[in-house]
């Protein structure tokens, strides 16, 4: 074997020119052909005989964890963050029915002191924007559940799902019933006037969504989002 130290004409005594290597003749068409279809029929064969199996699997997605995201933000969000990406028509939903009401939330927050930002966000998320059959049909965008076991006309009203939620003559009744339910709760008292929204957040999961871990987390999103808390500065000057 000739070294790289080695002049030209050692390396060309050492590899000569005229003796190329040697190729073995490729298969032909016909081989080929035949190859092929040999190890077919031996794994159709082994396969119909039940000797091996093939699966295919595919990775899915953590469907507990998407399944229980989208059942918290309903049609307003689609990914399985918190930071969820709607289609055009569910954001102008929500930006419409936040220019509608947040002169309402202002209202009751001046008037209770509970954040227009919280009740607005809460608001959105249960009743869709404005979209749930509560909101449309017992103008009750807070879904809230009637207690009674006997119930005046046009008291509460029954819905597809068994439940009755409370049924009031406009949204604004709806918002006030909301406030006052929380004016008088002693969970929600000692937050009366106070911007912790992280508080109200997590209360308000354990009062009407126990069963729902990540609510909490999708009101802040939705108050980071839409920008909601401009409505609770008027709260703030006054503190």
């Known amino acids: 074997m000739a070294s790289f130290n080695q002049p030209y004409s050692t390396w060309a005594n050492a ?38 199996s093939i699966t295919l699997a595919v990775a899915e997605p953590n469907q507990k964890a998407w399944t ?11 990914r399985p963050t918190a930071q969820h990406q709607r289609s055009e028509a569910e954001q102008l939903r929500f930006l419409n029915y936040t220019d509608r009401f947040a002169p309402v939330a202002k209202a009751e927050m001046r008037k209770f002191g509970i954040p227009a930002s919280i009740s607005l966000a809460h ?13 449309h ?31 009031f003559a406009t949204a604004w009744s709806g918002y006030r019933a909301f406030s006052k339910q929380l004016v008088n709760s002693p969970t929600f008292q000692p937050l009366l006037h106070q911007q912790n929204l992280s508080e109200w957040a997590l209360r308000l999961q ?19 989002q839409l920008q909601l808390r ?10």
């Not at 003749?25 to 039940?50: M, Q, R």
């Not at 909490?216 to 999103?221: I, K, N, V, Y």
Request: net charge negative; with cysteine.
């Open 123 to 135: 608001a959105l998320l249960i009743s869709q924007g404005g979209d749930s059959p509560a909101a």
């Open 137 to 167: 049909q017992a103008c009750n965008p807070f879904h809230l559940i009637c207690q009674q076991v006997s119930c005046e006309q046009d008291h509460c009203l029954q819905m597809d799902s068994g439940e009755k939620v409370l049924q």
């Open 15 to 52: 590899y000569p020119p005229h003796q190329p290597p040697r190729l073995d003749p490729p298969a032909t068409k016909k081989e080929s052909f035949l190859f092929k279809l040999a190890i077919l029929l031996g794994l159709a064969y082994l396969v119909w005989d039940k000797k091996i």
């Open 206 to 224: 354990q009062q009407f969504r126990p069963k729902e871990p990540a609510y909490a987390d999708a009101l802040l999103e939705v108050i980071n």
């Open 68 to 78: 229980e995201h989208l059942s918290l933000l309903g049609a307003h969000f689609q």
């Open 230 to 239: 401009k409505y609770d500065q008027a709260e703030e000057a006054t503190n």
